[in-house]
């Protein structure tokens, strides 16, 4: 079974500033995606950004990256000029590329970012 | 904009009293999934549909039950709530299955249960 672990479970950044959310996952799987989520207060949750497992090159959304590294299993999110409105709970997750549980998402506890003004 | 929707936001209910969340898409997508999200803890899935195909996680208590009449559609029935089953509950639907591009699960905001 996979695991994934977020040790902080809340962050603070200032506006404009940069942050990084760790996440560190445990699979025996050769070939996997990974995901930050973002839950801000009261609304849905949306992706934030997906990784490919058999894909080198990290992954970027605009102000958002990522720092994979597959032989340590870490996949941090780098958020670059923080924005009020990234406060949120933010959720690392995996997801086998196959198996018969390949639609399965396993998620950590999460981060809850607060961005001050 | 296609989307998932949930309905109601917020559900009060009384302990064993049964009750019927919610959730429907726009997406025309084949999977549907519900979650149980309690207080600050990640979302646990409870099954999904593949189409009309139902698939129960192992330790989804028989308790929650869920229909899918069409591709739209989906609910999460409650047959007799317990305080613990008080939670943040969210529905996601995906293309497929498979861990490929293009399969990544879409959230509906949520309904809150508050069981009394």
């Known amino acids: 079974a996979q695991t994934v672990t977020q040790s902080q479970p809340e962050m603070s950044v200032q506006e404009a500033e940069t942050v990084t959310l760790s996440c560190t996952y445990d699979t025996s799987e050769n070939n996997y995606y990974l995901f930050w989520y973002k839950q801000p207060p009261s609304r849905q949750m949306i992706l934030v950004i997906r990784q490919e497992a058999y894909k080198q090159q990290n992954a970027t959304e605009n102000r958002f990256s990522v720092n994979f590294q597959k032989a340590a299993k870490s996949f941090s999110l780098k958020i670059s000029d923080s924005q009020l409105g990234d406060t949120a709970m933010y959720f690392c997750?995996?997801?086998?590329?196959?198996?018969?549980?390949?639609?399965?998402?396993?998620f950590g506890k999460g981060t809850l970012l607060t961005v001050n003004p | 904009d296609a989307m998932v929707i949930q309905n109601p936001r917020y559900q009060v209910t009384q302990f064993g009293k049964p009750v019927t969340l919610s959730c429907s898409q726009t997406l025309n997508h084949n999977v549907m999934y519900w979650y149980q999200q309690k207080s600050s803890q990640a979302p646990k899935l409870l099954f999904h549909y593949y189409d009309k195909d139902f698939n129960n996680e192992a330790d989804t208590p028989d308790n929650f039950q869920s229909r899918r009449p069409n591709t739209s559609f989906c609910f999460l029935d409650i047959r007799s709530p317990g305080l613990g089953d008080a939670a943040m509950y969210l529905c996601?639907?995906?293309?497929?299955?498979?861990?490929?591009?293009?399969?990544?699960?879409?959230f509906g905001p949520g309904t809150r249960l508050t069981v009394l």
């Open positions: 996601a639907t995906s293309r497929g299955l498979a861990g490929t591009g293009g399969n990544e699960q879409f």
């Open positions: 997750a995996f997801r086998p590329g196959s198996g018969g549980s390949n639609y399965k998402l396993t």
